[in-house]
């Protein structure tokens, strides 16, 4: 992060009194990723498009077996994105990218 310390609050405000749009830039490793323009600078955060779940295989009521399998993310079930989005309507993900460290200036 270059050193900065973004504060969720912070940058979910800033993005409702601007009006900032995101933009979609690509795909990868099951992530959306998105820029928006935060205090005059780009930046860009992921979104996740799947979630590993663990499934349990049972015989008798006795787990035979465990393995884990990649999902539709849940918070994306109904959800629209298009190219262009309010930065705002993204402050979850922006929250959340900001917590895993992955809220980063690329501009």
């Known amino acids: 992060m270059e050193g900065l310390e973004y504060v969720d609050t912070d940058v979910k405000?800033?993005?409702?009194?601007?009006?900032?749009?995101?933009?979609f830039s690509h795909i990868e490793n099951g992530k959306a990723y998105y820029n928006v323009e935060?205090?005059?600078?780009?930046?860009?955060?992921?979104?996740?498009?799947?979630?590993?779940?663990?499934?349990?295989?049972?015989?008798?009521?006795?787990?035979?077996?465990?393995?884990?399998i990649k999902v539709p993310a849940a918070d994306m079930k109904g959800a629209s994105f298009g190219q262009e989005v309010k930065g705002?309507?993204?402050?979850?993900?922006?929250?959340?990218a900001i917590k895993t460290g992955n809220f980063m200036k690329i501009g």
């Not at 705002?88 to 959340?96: E, G, K, T, V």
Request: net charge neutral.
């Open 13 to 23: 405000k800033e993005l409702y009194k601007s009006k900032a749009m995101a933009t």
């Open 38 to 68: 935060y205090k005059g600078a780009l930046h860009q955060f992921p979104l996740d498009l799947e979630e590993t779940k663990e499934v349990k295989v049972s015989i008798d009521d006795e787990v035979v077996s465990t393995f884990k």
């Open 88 to 96: 705002s309507d993204l402050n979850r993900w922006i929250a959340r």
